[in-house]
């Protein structure tokens, strides 16, 4: 598949319609969230990350790029990996290793070490992944304002939505303002029309379509499937403990 393919289906999405995408951790669960008909799918750097036995960020990125590269290989669908930061790689051989996993597009976050970057240096980054990597991969621009915080005295909605412009100019495909409060979707919606939004569906939130419903076009779990899953697998450990 193709970064064409994952572009579209952003495309034309009506309000309460929004591309939902699973978020694979690892090949089994990659082919069970395929074969029930998701036309892409979305892999979580926790949710890979306890998969391998690391605490969310700590998977080296070799590890990383061979877990996606595992999922990518078992299904037919696009697949965009969670990158975190980018590990640090230069954009062109970030591009390369990304492409070599077989994935067609790519989270990159604005939090390095736990600080919030310089959004002008982040548009610089997405502008020189977008410049290597031509329209070979959906980048998907996640704005961390609501998870690592605003400098004492700043808005978080108003600085959002600059970090947005700022990396839909520089050549993000879509803006994902992570744990931001529901008015913000259609805030960057208003202001960015045709530019997809991504939200995190969480357990205690709105559901994917009334996310879609408040200007969200496209839907993500982070790492919530594959908790969802380790609990699954714990209450079965604990009834073969009673049979």
């Given at each position: 598949m193709t970064a064409s393919a994952l572009r579209a289906l952003h495309l034309g999405r009506a309000p309460g319609d929004p591309l939902v995408l699973p978020g694979p951790w690892d090949a089994a669960s990659a082919r069970a969230f395929a074969d029930s008909g998701f036309p892409a799918l979305a892999t979580p750097?926790?949710?890979?990350?306890?998969?391998?036995?690391?605490?969310?960020?700590?998977?080296?990125?070799?590890?990383?790029f061979a877990a996606v590269a595992r999922i990518a290989r078992a299904v037919s669908?696009?697949?965009?990996?969670?990158?975190e930061a980018g590990y640090g790689l230069p954009a062109g051989e970030l591009v390369?290793?990304?492409?070599a996993t077989g994935a067609v597009g790519c989270n990159?976050?604005?939090t390095v070490d736990g600080v919030l970057v310089d959004a002008e240096r982040q548009a610089d980054r997405l502008a020189a992944v977008r410049?290597?990597?031509?329209?070979?991969?959906?980048?998907?621009?996640?704005?961390?304002?609501?998870?690592?915080?605003?400098?004492?005295?700043?808005?978080?909605?108003?600085e959002t939505l600059r970090?947005?412009?700022?990396?839909?100019?520089?050549?993000?495909?879509?803006?994902?303002?992570?744990?931001?409060?529901?008015?913000?979707?259609?805030l960057l919606a208003g202001a960015l029309p045709g530019r997809p939004v991504n939200a995190l569906a969480r357990p205690d939130g709105p559901g994917p379509r009334?996310?879609?419903?408040?200007?969200?076009?496209?839907?993500?779990?982070g790492p919530g499937l594959q908790r969802r899953a380790d609990a699954a697998v714990r209450e079965i450990a604990d009834g073969l403990r009673r049979l």
């Open positions: 750097s926790a949710g890979v990350a306890a998969s391998l036995g690391y605490e969310d960020g700590s998977t080296p990125a070799g590890e990383m669908v696009p697949v965009s990996a969670d990158v390369e290793r990304l492409l990159l976050e604005d410049a290597a990597a031509g329209d070979a991969l959906f980048v998907n621009a996640r704005i961390d304002t609501f998870v690592t915080g605003v400098p004492e005295g700043a808005d978080p909605a108003v970090r947005a412009r700022l990396y839909a100019a520089a050549g993000a495909d879509c803006l994902y303002p992570i744990l931001a409060p529901e008015a913000v979707f259609g009334r996310l879609g419903e408040l200007g969200a076009t496209r839907i993500t779990f």
